[in-house]
């Protein structure tokens, strides 16, 4: 599988595209906006996007959503349906952070725990990863051992829990009952900043390493 990183939007959101290096189908994750950005890696890979994954509805995870699946003809996929009412706001989103023309959407298929996304011939596992937003999804390779975790956990860091039905309980008990558990080596790709693995934040994340107790 590859991966390419594609940064969006003023707050510098991680787009990613995933392609099956056996069939070139792609998927697009977390489209925040700058959609032309988005196309250009598409094609400069050479991929077939099938379809759009949503780790969740925040505007720079999600503003550009409707737009890119309604240029390309994709299905929305994810993330779970109690991020819907971020969703039917990303309208009032937008004029709140001066985004441009952001339409809200209603999913083809929302994600629950425990269910499978297909790339081409990759599996990716769903693990509902809720604190940062309710309906947050992770999405977990276990082939390639990597996982794009939206804003759940950060190098160094874990996702803010101050907007609407955040709970930083549940969010700490998502990483550590769900996330550390697939493995010390597993890489995560998170929404903003650099990548790094689950043993690493074991070991020195503040908010959450094994020292914390």
Request: aromatic share 8%; proline share 7%.
């Amino acid at each position: 599988m590859q991966i390419a990183i594609v940064p969006v939007t003023a707050f510098e959101q991680n787009c990613t595209v995933l392609m099956c290096d056996n069939t070139k189908e792609a998927a697009i994750v977390d489209p925040g906006g700058e959609i032309n950005k988005i196309k250009a890696q598409i094609e400069k890979m050479g991929a077939n996007p099938t379809k759009i994954l949503l780790t969740h509805a925040h505007i720079d995870h999600a503003g550009g959503t409707a737009a890119l699946a309604r240029d390309l003809g994709l299905p929305i996929i994810g993330p779970h349906k109690e991020d819907d009412f971020w969703i039917q706001s990303l309208p009032q989103q937008s004029m709140m952070f001066g985004f441009p023309n952001v339409e809200s959407f209603t999913p083809d298929q929302w994600l629950n725990d425990g269910d499978t996304v297909t790339v081409g011939d990759v599996t990716l596992e769903v693990i509902h990863a809720p604190g940062h937003t309710p309906g947050h999804v992770v999405f977990f390779d276990k082939d390639s051992k990597k996982a794009l975790v939206g804003d759940v956990i950060f190098n160094g860091s874990i996702g803010r829990t101050d907007f609407p039905k955040g709970n930083f309980e549940e969010l700490v008990s998502s990483i550590r009952e769900k996330l550390f558990p697939l493995g010390d080596d597993i890489e995560f790709i998170c929404g903003h900043g650099p990548n790094s693995t689950f043993g690493h934040e074991r070991q020195h994340n503040p908010f959450v390493s094994d020292h914390r107790g």
